[in-house]
């Protein structure tokens, strides 16, 4: 029987796969059956910063709107002891879980400004969490804006995390990038744990009939977990980081891909919400199968055994082979099923 083990973020983990932050992760019952179903951890869906300070500063007009108001019109205000805020909710969730499940549990702050919300941070520790994923979802945009002054506001915004916890951090990027092996560096020279590759962004649609511009979460396909494959092959030998791929990974042969590459834990989010918590076992099943059928003792002997430095060929990661590969009967090496899908 091989051993399934791995470490990540300081957490000895049974397996891994690890539902990553979705609602899914977010209810109790859900949860419950991700245990039951295999998961070797789960990482919490976000706590955002948008719906906290929407919600301290509704509070804050509230009592203002108390200390001057009438006897008669407070009557129908809301006690406040019954109030739960989106923190108090979600801190109650953290406890329950930590009472009730028996796999590491990571919490997840969004943000990407540092006005306050950071704080709650201490809230997740306190209320139990194991370790803490802050999911750096950004666009810059802005014409006066540079890639190094966009680095610079995120390592300042980490830089706060860390020193408001004790737990372990892991960040998770997006690919947008230039040159993202160089910003992974710097977050380690802070003192994160680990990093997460990479999160998807959600794409707005245009509906032509209205014109309006349409948010849409559109669920991803396998092929998209290839370009986490390619960095984190790139990245496995430059930083001694516990990494999690994310995006893409459905099937147990995206996440031997993903951990013979280099990666630590494989996040599952997308094949969970389109199957399930009950796909977990399937995936956990199938990897157990393969590793058993091509006699590996264990997930460890795998793991980053085709890194950028392992590889026989690793030029294939890199650029080396783009001219041999889009050049004469390029059309041949078209894998023409893409379109069919
Ligand atoms: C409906 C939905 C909600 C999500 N919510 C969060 C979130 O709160 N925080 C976060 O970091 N990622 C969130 N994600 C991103 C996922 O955790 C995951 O990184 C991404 O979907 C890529 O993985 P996949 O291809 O397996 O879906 C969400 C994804 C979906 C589809």
Redesign the pocket.
């Known amino acids: 029987m091989s051993d399934l083990r791995t470490q990540y973020l300081g957490l000895q983990l049974k397996n891994p796969l690890v539902p ?4 899914l992760t977010g209810d109790f019952d859900s949860a419950r059956r991700l245990e039951d179903a295999g998961a070797a951890a789960l ?1 919490l ?2 706590l ?1 910063e948008e719906a906290l300070r929407h919600e301290e500063e509704h509070m804050t007009a509230f009592l203002h709107h108390q200390d001057i108001g009438h006897v008669e019109a407070e009557q129908y205000l809301p006690d406040m002891p019954d109030y739960l805020s989106e923190l108090d909710l979600h801190v109650q969730r953290i406890e329950r879980y930590k009472k009730s499940l028996s796999i590491p549990v990571i919490g ?1 702050l ?1 943000g990407i400004t540092p006005q306050g919300w950071i704080r709650h941070a201490r809230d997740l520790q306190d209320a139990g969490c194991d370790a803490l ?1 802050l ?1 750096l ?1 950004g666009i810059a945009s802005r014409r006066n804006e540079s890639a190094v002054e966009v680095e610079q506001h995120y390592l300042f915004l980490v830089q706060k995390l860390l020193d408001t916890v004790s737990i372990p951090v892991t960040v ?1 990027l997006s690919a947008q990038f230039s040159s993202p092996i160089h910003f992974i560096g710097e977050l380690e020279q802070l003192g994160v744990q680990g990093v ?1 590759l990479f ?2 962004f959600y794409q707005p649609d245009i509906d032509l009939a209205t014109r309006h511009i349409v948010p849409r ?1 559109q ?2 396909h396998s092929y ?2 290839l370009v986490r494959i390619r960095w984190i092959a790139m990245l496995r030998n430059q930083v001694n980081l516990g990494i999690a791929a ?5 099937t147990a042969d995206d996440a031997l891909k993903g951990l013979m590459v280099g990666a630590d834990v494989i ?7 389109m199957q399930g918590p009950a796909a977990m076992a399937d995936l956990l099943r199938d990897l157990r199968q393969w590793l058993e059928l091509n006699e590996y003792a264990s997930v460890q002997q795998l793991k980053g055994c085709l890194s950028y430095q392992n590889a026989i060929n690793p030029a294939a990661f890199e650029r080396a082979n783009y001219a041999e590969l889009i050049g004469q009967d390029a059309w041949l090496k078209v894998d023409l099923r893409r379109g069919r899908e």
């Open positions: 990553s932050s979705s609602p990482v869906p976000s955002f997840s969004n994923e999911n979802y998770k997460s999160n998807r979460i669920l991803s998209e977990s994310t995006g893409g990974f459905h996040h599952l989010c997308s094949v969970l919400l």
